[in-house]
């Protein structure tokens, strides 16, 4: 069913345009009254949404172990190679022993990361994370590479879901105390 | 005493008018962006703060809110910002044309009253006017066309082609409401020359006569008319075909830096403030109370100084207008300002000039 729209003509106010004139003046006026949309930076931070795609940080297990393991995978598919590792050795007297590798050197450079978040894709120990983090300063080039030791403190602790390393210590321990079932 | 008397009224008086009138464009410059910015739902200017007044506990924070240090921070910039001169401009006509269009608006406003003062010796009011001349209103008009030579020079010395048509556009339309402009103040001429009156261009006695009822209940198409023509006059919108900042990047104040940018900007503001001072000594009755009320001013500085500040409230109102209607209505196209100016304007306001004058002959005594 169509609607014929009617189109009335104007009127001798209407054709002076003063009356809605008028009308918008109306509505300008009303908007002064209304809720700024101002956010007022430092004082105000924006709603990060989830899965925003911050800084790069590193994460700790909840029971403390740091869960790099310096495969350095991320560093291989980083597209800026912003991602230095240096591998290093947990020495078997340690009590994660049977991890065996940990990161010596691990640096980040700020100023090279695009924030793509495919280290955090690629990480098979869950343990890159993109947090967060939007601004990022400094006053010189140094400081804006993030070391191992800023890393794990940005990154904090993450709830694992697998602890699969832990789950390995078992069933070594179990294989080493003879057979069972298999 | 009278070298004294000398100096205080041809050198000072006219320094303090000057500094009071670029105080007010430069805090109109800060009206408008938050007033602009009130409308457009955001906050304005509201970090600048001086670092005396941040001390001051209550104070000062509500100043920074309101941006009370901000037209002294752009002063700032506009002074210590690399002043450019192109190597492809015209450089005499260049570097006057800012000062043309300042010159003008603030020529105008040598011959406005902006309030009254008593003299002690007989209780006479007297206007508080830096010329007292018996020609205002033609001063004022002939000023006022002088304005187009800064837009004018401007748009051709830049050598561009955004600046040029800027400068094009800007005088057709200044020309073309300047016609309407003065046939709409022909009944206010008629009026103020009633039979007794002696200099009927005055300004000082036409304001005097609105003593009872402003003239824009009187004369409210003329009103009307000398309004618009007044926002196409000082290229503001919805007219501001000249600067229109969308279409011709920057208009005729593309190719112009630091200061000699910001005596354009403060050029247009100053013209928007004289003009609508002009508007209220006109049709609003300059410093009278209100329309039928008696004036409350006592005759002292105190009623000196209320019917100053009483003017100054109903110019500010007017300039808050301006910025008001900047942001209601959309920028009118070159060709519909044209028609508007030939077409619509100047034939209404010879018709109501025929219509007033018929009103005279038939009503003298009004």
């Not at chain 1, 590792?85 to 980040?108: C, D, L, N, Q, R």
């Not at chain 2, 450019?84 to 009253?113: I, Q, R």
């Not at chain 2, 309004?227 to 969308?246: G, K, V, W, Y």
């Not at chain 2, 009755?285 to 100053?308: V, Y």
Request: aromatic content about 14%; glycine content about 8%.
């Amino acid at each position: 069913m169509a609607k014929v729209l009617e189109r009335k003509p104007l009127t001798f106010w209407e054709r002076t345009y003063l009356p809605q004139i008028i009308g918008g003046l109306r509505i300008t006026f009303m908007n002064m009254f209304r809720r700024k949309e101002t956010l007022e930076y430092p004082e105000q931070r924006p709603q990060i949404p989830r899965g925003y795609r911050g800084a790069p940080v590193l994460v700790k297990d909840p029971n403390g172990r740091e869960k790099c393991v310096s495969c350095q995978l991320c560093e291989f598919v980083c597209p800026p190679k912003a991602i230095r590792i240096t591998p290093g050795e947990i020495p078997y007297t340690a009590p994660t022993a049977h991890v065996e590798k940990a990161p010596k050197e691990f640096e980040i450079n700020m100023l090279r990361c695009i924030y793509c978040g495919l280290c955090e894709e690629v990480c098979p120990e869950e343990a890159i994370f993109l947090q967060d983090i939007y601004s990022i300063t400094g006053t010189s080039r140094e400081q804006l590479v993030h070391n191992k030791a800023k890393l794990y403190e940005l990154g904090g602790t993450r709830p694992d879901n697998y602890y699969k390393w832990d789950k390995k210590l078992t069933a070594e321990k179990g294989h080493a105390e003879g057979g069972g079932h298999h | 005493m009278d070298i004294l008397l000398f100096i205080l009224r041809y050198l000072v008086s006219p320094l303090i008018v000057i500094s009071v009138l670029m105080g007010m464009c430069a805090y109109a410059v800060l009206a408008e962006r938050k007033i602009s910015s009130w409308i457009q739902n955001r906050v304005g200017p509201n970090r600048t703060q001086l670092p005396i007044l941040a001390y001051i506990p209550v104070a000062g924070n509500i100043l920074q809110r309101i941006g009370f240090s901000q037209p002294m921070a752009d002063g700032l910039k506009f002074l210590f910002k690399e002043d450019v001169l192109p190597g492809h401009v015209k450089k005499f006509y260049y570097v006057l044309a800012p000062c043309l269009s300042l010159m003008t608006a603030l020529l105008t406003c040598t011959v406005l009253p902006f309030g009254l003062w008593w003299s002690k010796a007989d209780g006479l009011e007297h206007p508080l006017v830096l010329a007292d001349v018996d020609i205002g209103l033609l001063f004022i008009l002939a000023v006022s066309s002088l304005g187009v030579y800064g837009l004018v020079l401007a748009g051709w010395s830049s050598n561009s082609k955004y600046p040029f048509l800027g400068g094009i556009r800007a005088s057709a339309q200044l020309i073309s409401y300047e016609l309407a402009m003065g046939v709409a103040l022909l009944p206010v001429f008629l009026w103020s020359s009633r039979p007794g009156v002696v200099s009927p261009l005055n300004l000082y006695s036409i304001v005097q006569a609105q003593n009872n009822l402003w003239l824009i209940i009187w004369q409210p198409i003329s009103a009307l008319i000398f309004l618009i023509c007044l926002f196409a006059e000082t290229n503001r919108l919805p007219f501001d075909m000249a600067e229109s900042e969308t279409d011709l990047v920057g208009g005729f104040h593309t190719e112009y830096g630091s200061f000699k940018f910001g005596f354009f900007f403060i050029a247009e503001y100053a013209h928007m403030i004289v003009g609508s001072a002009v508007f209220v000594t006109l049709f609003l009755g300059g410093w009278n109370f209100l329309p039928g009320f008696a004036d409350p001013w006592p005759h002292n500085l105190l009623g000196s100084l209320l019917t100053l500040v009483w003017f100054l409230a109903k110019v500010v109102f007017f300039v808050c207008f301006f910025i008001w209607i900047r942001w209601t209505l959309p920028r009118f196209r070159y060709d519909q300002v044209m028609k508007l100016g030939w077409n619509v304007l100047l034939p209404l306001s010879v018709a109501n000039f025929i219509a007033y004058l018929v009103f005279f002959a038939l009503f003298p005594k009004v």
